[in-house]
């Protein structure tokens, strides 16, 4: 098969169109840029130190389940757990019915430096998960764990598991050595005591990691896709906001940063049952409630491999994974998934709750 022949008048005649089209897009990129969406209603109602704890106002008839505490990554903001109305994972939790609460982990700064997984784990999250028990009257709640926040809900669970009813996972790594890990073979040769030596990892350097992954379709096809494309004034707002949320990373403190990865992604000691939080090894062999495994098939950050070996590791009986066919991303934004997540996790739980 041959090549098409070069013809530098079409390719110059197709830059000067291309040109003219991101010529036109600047202006309607600085009115979309102006408007910001609207959240749905929360409450601050517990805080300790940086991190929040939200109630979000219902909008449907209540289910009689227990309430579903989420708990996001700290390297990204939760903010893409409700991006837009109809890019809403929590709105969609909250149509079906749920009384849905939200760990807000804050903004590290230098005065976080020394903090650990011992006082995410056993101090702020199992904070919030008292103060909810508390305002409920209740032994134990519901637990939705999100990326870096579902390795966190898997440690919570396994030393503090009387306060958990049910636990669902969503793209959340739990063996950090497969092969399709790129994030794994990133970190792999890192010297991560030097980097927490000098103080907080920024959050530029994890999105740079990130971009890496997948450099031309994350990096630039996107930019060259909107162009192309003439979107909407809706579209270019919800691009926007996309872009805010990727680029708006926390810094990581220094010493849960090395430990995060030393631990996980270059020792793999969650699955090995070596992990070590406050003194206590974290067995995954210690979670007997439900478990609701819910994973994105095109994950290139958390690949299905990284997820799906925690059917082997947990002692539960009643154990269900779950397949959507998105991204990683598109777990929180996709049509595809706020068609069929929110209710999945909402029928998943009725079917399991107390009286």
């Known amino acids: 098969m041959t090549s098409p022949p070069f013809d530098p008048a079409q390719i110059t005649a197709e830059l000067v169109e291309f040109a003219q089209r991101a010529a036109l897009l600047l202006p ?184 890496a992954l997948q450099p031309f379709r994350l990096a630039q096809q996107k930019y060259v896709d909107l162009v192309r494309n003439g979107p909407s004034a809706a579209q270019l707002a919800d691009f926007l906001r996309m872009e805010r949320w990727i680029f708006d990373s926390p810094e990581l403190p220094a010493e849960l940063f090395r430990e995060f990865v030393k631990g996980l992604y270059q020792e793999n000691r969650l699955v090995a049952g070596t992990l070590d939080i406050g003194g206590r090894k974290v067995s995954l062999q210690a979670i007997t409630q439900p478990v609701l495994n819910i994973f994105a098939t095109q994950d290139h950050i958390v690949p299905p491999s990284a997820s799906l070996p925690l059917a082997r590791h947990v002692a539960t009986r009643d154990y269900t994974a779950m397949p959507v066919d998105v991204g990683h991303i598109g777990m929180y934004v996709s049509s595809r998934a706020r068609g069929t997540v929110p209710a999945a996790i909402a029928a998943w739980l009725a079917a399991r709750a107390v009286d």
């Open 28 to 211: 309607q990129l600085r009115a979309a840029g102006s408007h910001a969406a609207d959240g749905a209603g929360r409450d601050e109602v517990w805080r300790c130190d940086k991190v929040r704890l939200y109630r979000y106002r219902p909008i449907a008839q209540p289910a009689r389940v227990p309430p579903l505490l989420l708990v996001f990554a700290l390297v990204n903001r939760p903010d893409i757990l409700d991006l837009t109305p109809d890019r809403s994972l929590i709105r969609g939790l909250l149509g079906a019915g749920l009384d849905v609460y939200l760990v807000d982990w804050g903004r590290p700064d230098g005065a976080d430096r020394d903090l650990r997984l011992v006082d995410y784990i056993d101090g702020y999250l199992d904070g919030a998960v008292r103060e909810v028990l508390a305002t409920h009257g209740i032994p134990a709640l519901n637990l939705l764990g999100i990326c870096q926040g579902g390795t966190f809900s898997l440690c919570y669970t396994a030393l503090h598991g009387a306060r958990v009813r049910n636990l669902v996972t969503m793209v959340t790594p739990v063996d950090f050595k497969t092969p399709e890990n790129l994030l794994s073979r990133w970190a792999a040769d890192l010297d991560v005591d030097l980097m927490a030596a000098n103080g907080n990892i920024p959050g530029q350097v994890l999105n740079q990691a990130y971009l």
